[in-house]
């Protein structure tokens, strides 16, 4: 039972452009919601997060938005740049105090 | 510097064989996890520790057996390993918060251990 969904596996954008991940759930306990960026060979890193009382995060480049009514949240990235090229997960849980359940990831290229 | 850090990097093994793969973390956090990512991608925590008892364990055959000596950390031991253990297996760190209270969702990862089972 797939919680948190991806249904992009890849996505391909040039430099300078928008990126846009999106992320499904379907567990209406879910409130606090992440992205983590994953290059080869190393560890998922925390990237940003929202809570459900939020529609809207934003840190840099990077916002994420989150439509409680249609259980969806986006990352976007603006502008794109080849260093984002990386696998984006998302990830969601029931308050901070609990586990976290990911998605399966979205490729991410961003080509010159 | 590394904050999280995993022994092997790479482990390739034969069926039936018993091993072990070691963490630790340098961030001064109070609660490790497990987490499996199989072929199919899925990033899955097996368990958590929080000051060295177990708080999370999910579904996972009793040939796992996670084993925390002090709170930095973390390591994981298969007995008899099968085919489908086959995965990356990442462990991670999280502080607590205010009163003890555990933060799960800011958790760093370690590099991750490639599992082979031939």
């Known amino acids: 039972d797939q919680q948190v969904k991806q249904n992009s596996p890849s996505l391909s954008v040039q430099e300078g452009r928008i990126s846009i991940l999106n992320c499904d759930y379907t567990n209406s306990m879910f409130d606090y919601f992440l992205w983590y960026k994953k290059y080869p060979a190393e560890g998922p890193t925390f990237l940003i997060s929202?809570?459900?009382?939020?529609d809207k995060n934003e840190d840099g480049r990077f916002t994420v938005f989150l439509n409680k009514s249609a259980k969806h949240l986006s990352l976007h990235i603006v502008p794109s740049q080849p260093g984002d090229s990386a696998v984006y997960f998302c990830?969601?849980?029931?308050?901070?105090?609990?586990?976290?359940?990911f998605g399966t990831g979205t490729r991410l290229q961003v080509t010159l | 510097d590394t904050a999280v850090s995993q022994t092997p990097k790479y482990l390739v093994t034969q069926m039936g064989n018993d091993k072990s793969i070691k963490c630790e973390q340098n961030?001064?956090?109070?609660?490790m996890y497990w987490y499996k990512q199989d072929s199919k991608k899925f990033l899955k925590i097996m368990f958590s520790y929080n000051n060295k008892e177990l708080i999370i364990n999910e579904t996972v055959p009793n040939r796992f057996s996670p084993k925390s000596p002090d709170k930095a950390h973390l390591n994981l031991h298969i007995n008899s390993l099968e085919l489908g253990d086959s995965a990356v297996y990442f462990c991670?760190?999280?502080?607590?918060?205010?009163?003890?209270?555990?933060?799960?969702?800011?958790?760093?990862f370690g590099p991750g251990t490639r599992l082979t089972v031939l």
């Open positions: 961030l001064g956090h109070d609660t």
């Open positions: 991670a760190s999280s502080p607590s918060g205010l009163a003890g209270i555990v933060i799960l969702n800011e958790q760093f």
């Open positions: 990830a969601a849980s029931a308050g901070t105090a609990s586990k976290l359940t």
């Open positions: 929202i809570s459900s009382i939020k």
